[in-house]
């Protein structure tokens, strides 16, 4: 439950940073267009992990679930 809560804050910031970044790449002239695809490879990194972490937990359910005797022989 910690590392989901984790994640989805982690998530949260990463959005706003992509936000951010597309932002001062169309006001200023601050930043360039390989900040905002590294902003945007962050986020798909994060997005990727947090699926990872679901198919890890569903996991585990059925590995518990086959340990007690569930599923078919």
């Known amino acids: 439950m910690e590392k989901q809560r984790i994640r989805k804050e ?3 910031y990463l ?4 936000e951010f970044t597309t932002e001062l790449l169309r006001f200023t ?5 390989t900040d905002v695809l590294t902003s945007e ?3 798909l990194a994060a997005r990727l992990n947090s699926i990872g972490d679901k198919l890890q937990e569903l996991q585990a359910i059925v590995d518990l679930y086959g340990a007690l005797g569930g599923g078919a022989e």
Do not use: I
């Open 10 to 12: 982690q998530l949260v």
């Open 15 to 18: 959005n706003k940073s992509v």
């Open 29 to 33: 002239s601050n930043t360039n267009y």
């Open 41 to 43: 490879q962050s986020l």
